[in-house]
């Protein structure tokens, strides 16, 4: 059974930063590509920085320079370093993996930016 676990949303002030983790099991984690998703309030959830699973990055143009992905392979876990917070980040970010022919998603965590 595939599980994904968000932690580290929180409430910051626009600049302040937030990292979240995502423990994944229930896959051979190292074989995949893991993906942040963030769902705005009133708007559809959107992929916003993915990791393959050699390593290579890729993000959202309005997360570029401010946003870094990354996983352990020992751990099992997938984390997203956000700085430099604008209040537009504000929503949900959910973690997901593509395995077995479906997405699998965490439950989600909660960031909100005030400005």
């Known amino acids: 059974q595939v599980r994904l676990v968000e932690r580290g949303g929180g409430s910051v002030q626009s600049g302040g930063s937030l990292r979240l983790s995502c423990a994944a099991s229930g896959i051979n984690f190292k074989l995949y590509t893991m993906d942040w998703n963030h769902q705005a309030p009133g708007k559809l959830r959107e992929l916003v920085a993915r990791?393959?699973?050699?390593?290579?990055?890729n993000y959202t143009d309005s997360v570029k320079g401010r946003f870094t992905i990354s996983r352990d392979n020992v751990r099992n876990m997938v984390y997203l370093q956000m700085n430099n917070l604008k209040p537009e980040d504000t929503g949900v970010y959910y973690c997901s993996v593509n395995a077995r022919g479906r997405v699998y998603w965490g439950q989600g965590t909660q960031v909100t930016v005030s400005s």
């Open positions: 990791i393959e699973s050699r390593g290579t990055t």
